[in-house]
């Protein structure tokens, strides 16, 4: 999948992370850009992503794995 950033500079609060483990498992982060990460529930990410207002949305695909799709958003 192409990822195509923003041509314009983003102002945003937070990144929401979903990364699976190297075991598989899914982790879910919120990230305050220059001062936390802090691993946050399935649903207080399920929320964000349904309430906040999402700015943008970068998908991460690992290599080799075209069916595990891992992305981050920002708030």
């Given amino acids: 999948m192409r990822y195509i950033p ?3 500079p983003l102002q945003f ?3 929401y992370t979903a990364t699976a483990n190297t075991s598989g498992r899914m982790q879910y ?3 305050k850009p ?4 802090l691993r946050i529930s399935r649903t207080e990410f399920i929320k964000a992503y349904n309430e906040g207002q999402i ?3 970068n998908p991460l695909q690992q290599r080799g794995q075209d069916s595990v799709f ?4 920002y708030i």
């Fill in 70 to 73: 891992q992305f981050e958003f």
């Fill in 29 to 31: 982060h919120r990230v």
């Fill in 6 to 8: 923003s041509p314009i």
């Fill in 55 to 57: 700015l943008a949305i």
């Fill in 13 to 15: 609060s937070y990144i």
């Fill in 34 to 37: 220059g001062h936390s990460k």
